[in-house]
T-cell receptor, first 115, second 112 residues
């Protein structure tokens, strides 16, 4: 069953804690992305990766970190430096890196709440 | 000016009517255009992609692209209550590493 999985579905974090969100895909896609969505807002890009061991900052990378050690996996760490981390986090992937015709597909998302 | 703009709505249409959703973009270098549907509390689902001027039809959905006027629209024929959702327009510019720029979304409500 091909697709993108994200875990956990819900995550609660205390102030000052780092947390890591998981994203795995078995679509053999080259590129992976992390977005953040706030209530009533569109999606904003945090980080993206076109190939293994390489990634670039998106529009709102401050307070976040990522790694891309395997093609299938692109975990996102929300650090204590992120001042307002409560949001819906969405992972996406697409086929050929750099192609303008690639369609992005999303995982089910992780809802992070800071207590 | 936002790079991708949509009316936030809500747009309300009766069941069976045509729903028309519009999106404008500012960068003429934009090459690929996508419509996503997002139900409340869920992740976005890709419903249409369009790359060249004109119309593209898929079932009850038609995407229309006019690069000269920098707008892309989505028509939903025979609207159903199950079409009630937020529709996100996304644009990819050439040579931007696959990055998508999203509009804020238009909330559609189809009344029985």
């Amino acid at each position: 069953d091909g697709g993108i999985t994200q875990s956990p579905k819900y995550l609660f974090r205390k102030e000052g804690q780092n947390v890591t969100l998981s994203c795995e895909q078995n679509l053999n896609h080259d590129a992976m992305y992390w977005y953040r969505q706030d209530p009533g807002q569109g999606l904003r890009l945090i980080y993206y990766s076109q190939i293994v061991n390489d990634f670039q900052k998106g529009d709102i990378a401050e307070g976040y970190s990522v790694s891309r050690e395997k093609k299938e996996s692109f975990p996102l760490t929300v650090t204590s430096a992120q001042k307002n981390p409560t949001a819906f986090y969405l992972c996406a992937s697409s086929g050929l890196a750099g192609s303008s015709y690639n369609e992005q597909f999303f995982g089910p998302g992780t809802r992070l709440t800071v207590l | 000016q936002k790079e991708v703009e949509q009316n936030s709505g809500p747009l309300s249409v009766p069941e069976g009517a045509i729903a028309s959703l519009n999106c404008t973009y500012s960068d003429r270098g934009s090459q690929s255009f996508f419509w996503y549907r997002q139900y409340s509390g869920k992740s976005p689902e890709l419903i249409m992609s369009i790359y060249s001027n004109g119309d593209k039809e898929d079932g009850r959905f038609t995407a229309q692209l006019n690069k000269a006027s920098q707008y892309v629209s989505l028509l939903i024929r025979d609207s159903q209550p199950s079409d009630s959702a937020t529709y996100l327009c996304a644009v990819r510019r050439y040579n931007q590493g696959g990055k998508l720029i999203f509009g804020q979304g238009t909330e559609l409500s189809v009344k029985p």
